[in-house]
């Protein structure tokens, strides 16, 4: 079965600490993979994407993820965390077959002064 | 600048009564969304459509309907028949089918709150 997983439902970081947030993917084809951050009460906003081409996608915000086809995994990243980085994470991905978005359960970032 | 608007952004019903939640877009996009989003759950699919007059159930669709008589708007109705309707709901709209390196693109949600 298609599926997004995120393993991790709450991470706690000090502020100007490095961040990895996991993703892993099962489907049949490498999908679209997607970030999005979501503020309390707000949308999604998009942080990056990858399509095909460097593994390495850089987005918005300084964040970056890495695709590993290997391991079947999208993981954000950020070098040093800022306070305002505080919110939800999603990963996303959508079927080369159709355009359905589908998302991980999401990562909460709790950033500490 | 072209957008997705969510209205209203809270919304209290009763047990009982049909509520509609309205998503309207300016983006020229086909093909627009809606999820449903619950704490830990992630957001799950209610109903999408990509195409004027065609929509499908997405995984969650018992208890809701929705309309698209026209390519800007994507309303939906949360009938009297969905037992937890308590939730944040969420628009999202694509440009169609293809390669679309764009992604979503998300309203800013209706809080959905039965009293």
């Known amino acids: 079965a298609q599926s997004v997983t995120q393993p991790d439902i709450h991470i706690t970081v000090s502020e100007g600490a490095s961040l990895e947030l996991r993703c892993n993917y099962s489907y049949g084809a490498t999908p679209y993979l997607f970030w999005y951050v979501q503020s309390p009460g707000q949308g999604l906003q998009l942080l990056l994407k990858y399509f095909s081409g460097d593994t390495l996608v850089q987005g918005i915000k300084g964040f970056e993820a890495e695709f590993k086809r290997s391991q079947s995994s999208f993981n954000l990243r950020k070098p040093s965390v800022h306070w305002s980085d505080a919110a939800e994470y999603f990963c996303a991905v959508v079927s080369l077959y159709n355009n359905d978005m589908r998302f991980g359960a999401g990562t909460r970032l709790t950033v500490k002064p | 600048d072209g957008g997705i608007t969510q209205s209203p952004k809270y919304l209290f019903r009763k047990e009982g009564q049909n509520v509609t939640l309205s998503c309207e877009q300016n983006l020229n996009h086909d093909a627009m969304y809606w999820y449903r989003q619950d704490p830990g759950q992630g957001l799950r699919l209610i109903y999408y459509?990509?195409?004027?007059?065609?929509?499908q159930k997405g995984d969650i669709a018992e208890g809701y309907s929705v309309s698209r008589e026209k390519k800007e708007s994507f309303p939906l109705t949360v009938t009297s028949a969905q037992k937890n309707p308590t939730a944040f709901y969420l628009c999202a709209s694509h440009r169609g089918t293809g390669d679309d390196k764009r992604g979503y693109t998300f309203g800013s949600g209706t809080r959905l709150t039965v009293v």
């Open positions: 459509s990509q195409i004027v007059n065609d929509f």
